[in-house]
């Protein structure tokens, strides 16, 4: 008789409280009892006077977390099941208490960050990536918006990156990650295991884990990417709407930006009209509002989505009938209604 593993391993090691998310197939997509498992444990070791860190990584080599169980949350809506809005409030609670969690915690982002993943990870004190690491808020593909979160840490980046990555969905490499401050720390994915010694023994008496950890984080990478777009992305992404953007971008003519201008067009015009529109007003309020804010924030958008805004048809292209032509409502940022848009962000 098989037996379903757990899907969060917990283990204290020396003086470290390990807790590894377990569903390597599904790219450890987080669930409701998988939120609920996080922070049962969290609160536990907080109140440990023998536990000085924890460490959250996920099983496998592809994914630290790729993201909420978006597709498990689509059938439950298509079922009209309840407890929908229970899994966003908390999960959303979940990375806020980890945002302010008395003792270091560490994100080891190895393999793919998104979503959900992010919304674990940059509440963590310590942001460590290997070379593997791809970290990105690709919601706007599924037709829905950057949350966990989302609306305070890519609102924070500098100049207008964060409205990029939110509105793209782009994934981001270590370097660029690093250098924009979504990461604190490269390690080179061999040097795990010397990670894991290290951690093991930490005691506390002689530094502090970031600098244990930091001693031993060497990775060699690539140019970031980022950095000499900047320019360009600052530009065309201050634009004050999406249809502004998609069209400072058409015109973009410099040799050093134009095959970057147009694949990000290209982007664009894949992605939900309706989701993007929603994404820059988010992240511009965003910019203003408390990390607690922006979490209602993005709750008070969750309640509309399902009925309202474009999730439903791009998880059933996307990710359950695999058509990859989701029929976006409205089909062309062209035909996007401010009005609309508006209405989203209504009784906040």
């Not at 793919?112 to 290997?130: D, E, K, N, P, W």
């Not at 989302?150 to 490499?173: A, C, D, M, N, W």
């Not at 002689?206 to 060699?220: F, G, H, K, P, V």
Request: with cysteine.
């Amino acid at each position: 008789m098989s037996t379903i593993p757990c899907p969060v391993l917990s283990e204290l090691r020396g003086r470290i409280g390990h807790l590894t998310l377990n569903r390597p197939a599904g790219l450890n997509a987080l669930t409701l009892e998988m939120v609920r498992l996080l922070r049962t444990q969290l609160e536990q070791w907080a109140q440990d006077p023998a536990v000085l860190a924890v460490v959250l990584r996920g099983a496998g080599e592809r994914a630290f977390c790729a993201g909420g169980d978006i597709r498990g949350i689509y059938e439950q809506h298509l079922a009209g099941e309840t407890g929908i809005e229970a899994f966003f409030e908390e999960e959303y609670a979940l990375d806020d208490y980890i945002h302010g969690y008395p003792k270091p915690v560490v994100a080891l982002m190895d393999g793919f960050v998104l979503g959900g993943g992010m919304g674990l990870a940059q509440g963590a004190s310590i942001r460590v990536i290997t070379e593997r690491s791809r970290l990105g808020m690709p919601e706007t593909g599924i037709g829905y918006f950057p949350d966990v979160g989302g609306s305070y840490f890519l609102s924070r980046l500098p100049g207008e990156i964060g409205l990029y990555l939110g509105v793209t969905g782009v994934h981001v490499k270590p370097a660029d990650a690093l250098q924009i401050g979504l990461a604190d720390l490269c390690l080179a994915s061999e040097r795990l295991a010397e990670l894991d010694q290290l951690l093991d023994d930490f005691d506390g008496s002689d530094t502090s884990l970031q600098n244990r950890i930091a001693a031993i984080a060497d990775a060699e990478l690539p140019a970031a990417e980022l950095g000499p777009l900047r320019e360009a992305i600052d530009q065309h992404f201050a634009q004050p709407d999406i249809v502004a953007i998609r069209r400072s971008l058409a015109n973009e003519t410099r040799p050093a930006f134009a095959a970057w201008a147009e694949s990000t067009a290209a982007v664009i015009d894949s992605r939900s009209p309706i989701a993007m529109a929603v994404t820059l007003e988010l992240l511009r309020r965003g910019r203003q509002l408390t990390l607690q804010q922006c979490f209602a924030m993005e709750l008070h958008l969750d309640r509309l989505w399902f009925d309202g805004g474009d999730i439903m048809e791009g998880v059933r292209a996307l990710l359950v009938d695999k058509d990859k032509q989701p029929k976006w409502n409205p089909p062309h940022i062209d035909q996007l209604d401010p009005e609309r848009v508006a209405a989203f962000f209504a009784d906040l």
